[in-house]
């Protein structure tokens, strides 16, 4: 998908917790990428079996729609949506 | 047991007795293990895709798990074409690769790719396995996974040492997973009886719920005039009197009329694809939507639902069929204003009169459609020729319709069609294809010959790709690109050349007899018609345009502008 242009795309939080396997953070980021969404900051945890990442994305299109694509991935235990989308001008 | 040997037993305790695939390098454990077996048949095609591919076509035909084997390199690269289509149209299957030796992944060695991580966009679920404890436990979860919820494929790449390695883990028992319950469908049947002009739509997930039977009985009981998408053909039944056909871009007027005039859209196991709808914006204008699926993500993913029911296709029809039952809809009018428009707005294709006029593709399905038995699964290509059947072949149950709908896969006919034939040996099995499509599997012919299954070849032979044509034609000033195929081989000696007889047929006087020939053919017989290049598929609305904006062959223009065709 194109990058964002628009000069106003809102922002979202988004933290993942997924089991640790094999390619857990590319299956990940394929979908947040298909979906079309951009990674504009991930941090990554590892906590036992589990990776905690927190991501912070931007993209037009709804927000719900990347959740349950996410949420539909067999490793993800659970997506939590930060409060409410904030607009983030790309030139600032 | 080592871990190939593991594999096979997974098969055994699944009842797994078919798998398609192709034998090399880093998957040569497996294979030394099949040697031994009894129980499992594996079927030898010649090209890797064709062996995703007819898993695909027997997945489909069966309602069970399609399985393909595949070696590292270029047989798992082969297998993708075949594996994304799959995915596409959520069909259950399980993919095996061989992988180099676990201290060769990433050192390029010979037949190496990163075969997961090429894949993570065409699987539901994929695993590469680093511990050959792990694998009876992944091979029992990926079974449950590829046929669980939303089907779709589960690929599984082992290392070549992991398949030699002595497995210390016993077989693994899965546990059987209780029912979900019936979400409250209170709601929804109020929406029901409230709509003056409701209208059932329905997909591919009928059939992928196994919920056939429940939905025809919800269809007869609620007595809604229906439309069905590409994948749902078949749903209805074809003695349903208010099966009104399929919607979109190749649907018939009275579809795209009823879902531009209903008030109510009542959407089971559909995902709202593009094709179907046309432009979102222009679709079902006037309606509401109840949306039920089994998969959560496809609701509210390109049209709010008013209301969203996610669960077992099953359990909700049998719900709503109970409650329709003891008080039936009052929508006479509704339904007498879909039948007018069935009539007026169906799909028809005269029969020809005069008997040396060639051959039109809907005249020919439509003789097809009437000669061939009733349980006869049709596989078709991708094309012009997929777009005749799916208007003109009257299907009473959607596993007798195999169609490439999400990817369209030209060369997933052939295969699909013997797939199809190891699902079903009684079955009547017959590939329609095209020219273009033909030529993209076709070595395949020898796999029919080395099985010898009786399977019926059409080739539709236009010599080109007609929907390209037809598009460049219609929306493209009429500028023909990279379409023409005027050197096609000689189809009926290439058939014979794989020992199989074939028959040519051109002239409308000669279909009945061509069709009859080949069906009574005890073995696997061609039959090549020609049929005329300029012939389109009508009625077709303009790719991004809304369904309003059909265009037939009496409404037939050509912009001169190069528009974007998706």
Known sequence: MTPQTDASIPSYTLNCRMSQETAALERLCQVVRIRGFRIARMAVESAGDHLDIA?????????????????????????ALGQGAVVRSRSA | MNGAQHILDAFHRHHISTVFGYPGGCIMPLYDALVDDVGVEHVLCRHEQACALAADGFARASGKLGVCIATSGPGATNLITGVANAHRDSIPMLVITGQVPSGLIGTDAFQETDV????????????????????????????????????????????????????????????????????????????????????????????????EDSFRAFAEASALPAVVTLKGIGNPGKHNPYNLGMLGMHGSRAANKAVDECDLLLVIGARLDDRATGNLAGFAPN????????????????????????????????????????????????????????????????????????????????????????????????GQHQMWVAQHYEFDHPRHHLTSGGLGTMGFGLPAAIGAQFADHSSTVINVTGDG??????????????YNLPVKLIVMDNQCLGMVRQQQELFYGNRESQI???????????????????????????????????????????????????????????????????????????????????
């Not at chain 2, 693994?172 to 109020?190: G, K, M, R, V």
Request: negative net charge; hydrophobic residues 45%; glycine residues 6%.
């Open chain 1, 55 to 79: 991501l912070t994305l931007e993209g037009s299109r709804p927000i719900a729609m990347l959740q349950s694509q996410l949420e539909k991935l067999h490793t993800v235990v659970d997506v």
């Open chain 2, 116 to 211: 997961l991580g090429m894949t993570l966009g065409i699987v539901k679920h994929s695993y590469l396995i680093d511990d050959a404890d792990s694998l009876p436990a992944i091979m029992e979860e990926a079974m449950a996974l590829a046929q669980g919820g939303r089907p779709g494929p589960v690929w599984i790449d082992i290392p070549k040492d992991v398949l030699l390695t002595e497995v210390a883990a016993a077989p693994f028992a899965a546990t059987e997973q209780p029912p979900s319950a019936c979400p409250d469908l209170t709601d929804a049947i109020h929406m029901l009886r409230a709509a003056r002009k409701p209208l059932l739509y329905s997909g591919g997930g009928i059939s992928l719920a196994h919920a």
């Open chain 2, 287 to 382: 309606a509401k939507m109840i949306h039920i699926d089994a998969d959560a993500a496809e609701i509210n993913k390109l049209r709010t639902a008013d209301m969203a029911i996610r669960g077992e296709l099953n359990s909700i029809l049998e719900r709503l069929t109970d409650a329709l039952e003891s008080k039936p809809l009052t929508i006479a009018d509704w339904q007498k204003h879909c039948r007018t428009w069935h009539t007026t707005g169906g799909f028809s294709a005269a029969d020809n009169e005069e008997p040396l006029a060639p051959i039109t593709g809907p005249a020919f399905i439509r003789q097809l459609s009437r000669i061939a038995p009733d349980d006869t699964i049709v596989a078709c290509d991708v």
């Open chain 2, 437 to 450: 499509s033909f030529m993209m599997n076709a070595q395949e012919l020898a796999t029919i010959r080395r």
């Open chain 2, 484 to 566: 023409n195929l005027d050197d096609n081989p000689d189809f009926v000696a290439m058939a014979r050349a794989f020992d199989i007889p074939a028959l040519h047929i051109e002239r409308t006087d000669q279909i009945r007899r061509g069709i009859e020939t080949i069906l009574a053919y005890d073995g696997p017989m061609l039959l090549h018609v020609a049929i005329s290049r300029e012939d389109n598929v009508w009625p077709i609305v303009k790719p991004g345009a809304s369904n309003r904006e059909m265009i037939d062959e009496t409404r037939r223009t050509s912009t001169a502008n190069k528009e974007h065709v998706a």
